[in-house]
């Protein structure tokens, strides 16, 4: 099959044959003549499957008739983070050489002014997060009634972000008659009930599934104390790794990637960092700098690095395991793309253990273990991070940098009129405005990541009194002889 027999228009061929793509994906095969033909389209596949152009390139010849009017963008595509808004960006900017379409960027952490001047000017594209989006419809200087296609990217990605309200929020602003182009890895049943609510009879179309890793990755782990040593077992591996060109490091938490950076560039690595509590220009230069081999190592954090399409990243080390075993399967799938060989390995620490089992029963893989360590031989000393070290360490610590589960079970106690903490919001140090007004729909505990958390701790937070944390010891009690 060629692009040719897809329907598309000459002026999206052009630049489809300039791009250098020959043969459409899957994804774009069976979802292109569909999504010309008008019909919403629920597409099962995650990022690397080619399904950014499978919606980009039929918008792009839609659009051909028509024209935009100031305030009502004609198209919406919603991402879950700045960073997949930015490469959709890219994605029409190389697909859309041909055509003379206005395309608007709505993400946070930039400022509002540059943003409205281009909604005002009348957006063909409108491609935003949803909190930044809401933002300016509140406000009113945006009208979603001309809407006339609308595309949900990434929406599992969306529930893990606690962003499912703010989507079901938007869809009720579009025109019912819009057509849906609806994205997702997985169908959790939150997912499925969206699509049953807010699509109208689409196509579905399923591609590779989320839990198959890529048969060009090697993968393997190492077992390693926690702490300093920890850290000397990935500088060992970063040295001694063969045919390295590149590699993403991911951290389970911010502060370890501020902390893993630093620690990296002392011992001479060139290493740069993206991680959700930097300001976008920060996170920007960041990517930048390691796409353009500036730097080759980039330490960063889930929320930031999912679904990036950086090409060519020769090797990926998760420095901690994640605790989220689909997880493991997106940080892995940033190696070994369109057909490259890559390495992944995951430094595993005693307390990983369970984590390991789960990542195996999700790949349905066994992963051969590296070196000679194990987590046997481990002494006590090395696979344990002395408990009142780190206890006294976390009471003191603010929000962001609080693990994955407590910042899940904390935000289900947030109060419904605390400012939004989308990934979108604007971080403190960048925020260009003022904040952003109180949503009116209440959010419920979504499933939070330690990156879209920076508002303020709700009551205590995680934060126990070290007294609290003391043992207790009982009397035993005194027996009464009657
Ligand atoms: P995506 O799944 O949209 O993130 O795309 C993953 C990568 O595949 C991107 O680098 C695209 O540029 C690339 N790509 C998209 N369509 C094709 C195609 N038909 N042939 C080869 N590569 C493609």
Known sequence: MTFNELGLSAKVLQAVEASGYTTPTPIQAQAIPHALAGRDILGIAQTGTGKTAAFTLPMLSRLEQGRARARMPRTLILEPTRE???????????????????????IGGVSFGDQETKIMRGADVLIATPGRLLDFSERGKLLLTGIEILVIDEADRM??????PDIERICKLVPFTRQTLFFSATMP????????????????????RAASTATTITQNFVASATGPAKRETLRRLIRGAADFKNAIIFCNRKRDVAVLHKSLQKHGFNAGALHGDMDQRARMSSLDAFKTGDVDLLVCSDVAARGLDIPDVSHVFNFDVPTHAEDYVHRIGRTGRAGKSGVAISII??????????????????????????????????AEEPLGRERGRRSTRKDSEKSEDGATRRKSVRSSSAPRRDDERPSADSAPVREAPASSAPRRGPRRRP???????????????????????LKPAKVVEE
């Open 159 to 164: 529930l893990d972000m606690g962003f499912i």
């Open 349 to 382: 620490t005693r307390a990983d253990q369970k984590h390991v089992a789960e990542i195996e029963r999700l790949i349905a893989q066994k992963i051969d273990w590296l070196g000679e360590e194990t987590l046997a031989n481990l002494t006590e000393e090395d």
């Open 451 to 473: 990156e879209d958390e920076d508002a303020p701790v709700v009551g205590m937070g995680d934060h126990v009194p070290m007294f609290l944390l003391r043992p207790v010891r």
């Open 189 to 208: 049943p939150e997912i499925t009930r969206l699509t049953e609510t807010f699509l109208h009879n689409p196509v579905r179309i399923e591609v590779a």
């Open 84 to 106: 997949l808004a930015a490469q959709v960006e890219e994605s029409f900017v190389r697909y859309g050489v041909n055509h003379k379409l206005n395309v608007a960027l709505l």
